[in-house]
């Protein structure tokens, strides 16, 4: 189970993801946007998808291949701050209010 820790590095790491995936060929921009698009961990069923895309992408298939778009750059909907709240606020000494 992930890490306190580990969720927020994922949460500050997503918004890098579009621009990197889109930089990449389509197999790769397919995980990517379906990563972002779920949130969770790909099934057998998508993994099967992935590596058809890439084989045929590479040639490797015979089989022809879909073009992935472009993932949309855009900022979440959500405010990156989560909103805080103070109950008391104590000025200690030495302390320039």
């Known amino acids: 189970m992930p890490t306190e820790i580990q969720k ?3 949460r500050a790491s997503l918004p890098l993801l579009p621009k990197w995936a889109n930089a990449q060929d389509g197999w790769c921009r397919a995980i990517a946007a379906d990563v972002l698009k779920n949130g969770v961990q ?3 069923l998508d993994i099967d998808r992935y590596l ?3 084989l045929s992408e590479k ?3 015979q089989e022809p291949f879909e073009d992935v778009p472009q993932i ?3 900022q979440p909907d959500a405010s990156p701050l ?3 709240r103070l109950d008391a606020v ?3 000494d030495g302390v320039n209010a």
């Open 8 to 10: 927020e590095k994922t």
């Open 42 to 44: 790909a099934s057998d």
């Open 52 to 54: 058809k895309q890439f």
């Open 59 to 61: 040639k490797l298939a």
């Open 72 to 74: 949309e750059d855009r």
């Open 82 to 84: 989560d909103s805080v």
């Open 90 to 92: 104590i000025v200690g």
